[in-house]
């Protein structure tokens, strides 16, 4: 019967810190701190790009430059007369070569994430019941990520003269790809008025964290 108890209590008390996700928040910068940003017609776009694993696991709980996940903090601003209209599709990643990668969905991500996972150990290690704990525990951690991520990424939005929206964009970098410092983030937002496209393109190598380390080219890109 102890042992049975001390057993549940390893179990308990792993399961809930190896096997959990705690949403953070985030507050809204204003576009002027961004780390980059350009205006074409009243429309301007500032990005700030999360890469470092410190950043965001503080911020995702995750490393995503390790599971090929590019994280952008997309603010848009409104500073013309007329109303504006920005969609999460209009958003693109352009690579060079004209190749182009939309952004992912929330759930993709997390997907990609949980990927990573794995109940294998609790059931070598615990059986039956490792297994069914580690099971349960991962299930709430991917419910609970899923939905930080979800409220997180940019919504299509419609923005009045002086308003703001605010979110992030993830990409999912193709595996070939071996840097990002000649990629630009593109996006073309719509004039309600006359339904003119509004075109903004922010090169991401000039924020200087897209540097390919020479000594190690044969690894995986290097955001």
């Known amino acids: 019967m ?3 108890m001390t057993v549940t209590l390893i179990l308990a008390y792993f399961t809930v810190s190896c096997a959990s996700y705690t949403a953070k928040s985030l507050a809204t910068p204003a576009i002027e701190s961004s780390a980059a940003s350009r205006e074409e017609q009243g429309l301007r776009v500032g990005v700030n790009p999360y890469v470092e694993a410190e950043k965001t696991k503080q911020i995702f709980d995750a490393d995503l430059k390790q599971a090929l996940v590019l994280a952008l903090e997309v603010l848009v601003s409104n500073n013309g007369p007329r109303r504006l209209t920005v969609r999460k599709s209009d958003f693109i990643l352009r690579l060079p ?4 990668v939309a952004p992912a969905r929330a759930e993709e ?5 949980e990927s990573f996972g794995g109940v294998v150990g609790w059931t070598i290690a ?3 019941v490792g297994l069914l704990a ?3 525990a991962k299930n709430n951690a991917d419910t609970a990520r899923r939905a930080d991520f979800g409220g ?3 919504h299509d939005a419609t923005v009045f ?3 703001a929206a605010h979110g992030f964009l993830f990409f999912l970098i193709p595996d070939d790809v071996r840097d990002l410092k000649n990629a630009s983030l593109v996006v073309k937002g719509t004039d309600d008025v006359n339904a003119a496209r509004i075109s903004v393109e922010i090169p991401l190598g000039d924020l200087g964290v897209w540097q390919v380390r020479e000594t190690q080219t044969t690894e995986r890109p290097n955001f």
């Open 161 to 163: 003269s002086g308003e």
């Open 97 to 100: 070569a004209g190749r182009e």
């Open 109 to 113: 991500v997390a997907a990609r994430l």
């Open 126 to 128: 615990f059986g039956l």
């Open 152 to 154: 997180k990424e940019f």
């Open 2 to 4: 102890r042992r049975i």
């Open 134 to 136: 580690s099971s349960m």
